[in-house]
């Protein structure tokens, strides 16, 4: 039998405008997308289109913003069904609201280059499914400095969603980020204060993993959990029109681990 069989099922095609030192968000999606394409027959494909940033500072999120509608274009050349940003500290670091306009941006290019791809950010993502958690306060954990920490919070909280607790890592450099194990996010978020709040984001920069821990993190807590690179595949799913269910990946996802003895 051939190794290389021709594919079956809807095929979906998946465009990301990825920060070039992000090596996580072209393994978390995959993962999410091809879990849940084995759960209803259908096949996705991934194309990436690259922007050039080193360390998480403004200065250089400001410069990779503007590559945008570079990569925006090249996207559109693979006639992806949905594109998406794959970076949120870029948009959120820019003040509130942020990322409608860049999806605004994204959509004008995409139009006028005659494409049909809808489009959408990680950082309206996130905002979108913690919305559709219900959740009004939150507890939160990232990887960035003190400063860009509180511009997230700001950026949230402006979208009427409280944060009560977050932890950040201090960590600059965006390589490390990505090697962080995790994890170690389950020891991490023991430092997290959890009590009253609706939803924990567990990782919400999408460069820092956190798909391995989702599942058992929901289950200690008792309350969803999530990420913004889940949030992300909950987008393209809803604009996909497809049903938002990929098992072990939180309660924006389907999972109920853990949820069933908290409400009793």
């Given at each position: ?114 494409a049909k791809a809808t489009v959408m ?14 959740a009004r306060k939150i507890a939160l ?103 938002p269910e990929v098992p072990g990946a ?15």
């Amino acid at each position: 039998m051939s190794l290389f069989a021709a594919p079956r099922g809807r095929v979906i095609r998946i465009g990301q405008m990825v920060p070039s030192s992000n090596i996580t968000m072209e393994t978390e999606i995959p993962a999410l997308l091809n879990a849940h394409g084995a759960r209803h027959g259908l096949r996705y494909t991934f194309h990436s289109s690259r922007m050039r940033m080193h360390k998480v500072t403004k200065e250089e999120l400001v410069a990779m913003n503007r590559e945008g509608l570079r990569c925006i274009a090249e996207l559109t050349d693979a006639q992806v069904d949905v594109a998406s940003t794959a970076c949120l500290v870029a948009h959120m670091a820019m003040g509130p609201g942020y990322h409608r306009t860049a999806q605004a941006d994204l959509e004008t290019e995409a139009r006028r280059l005659g494409a049909k791809a809808t489009v959408m950010t990680s950082s309206g993502a996130l905002i979108e499914g913690l919305h559709h958690l219900g959740a009004r306060k939150i507890a939160l954990m990232a990887p960035y400095s003190d400063a860009l920490t509180q511009a997230v919070v700001k950026y949230i909280e402006a979208e009427d969603i409280a944060v009560k607790s977050f932890v950040n890592f201090r960590i600059e450099n965006n390589i490390a980020v990505g090697e962080r194990d995790p994890m170690l996010l389950l020891e991490n978020m023991k430092r997290l204060d959890t009590a009253g709040v609706d939803a924990v984001v567990l990782s919400v920069c999408v460069q820092m993993p956190s798909l391995a821990a989702i599942h058992e993190a929901q289950r200690r807590l008792g309350i969803p959990v999530t990420s913004t690179a889940i949030c992300t595949v909950r987008g393209m799913l809803d604009r996909l029109g497809l049903a938002p269910e990929v098992p072990g990946a939180g309660a924006l996802l389907g999972d109920r681990a853990g949820l069933e003895v908290a409400a009793k």
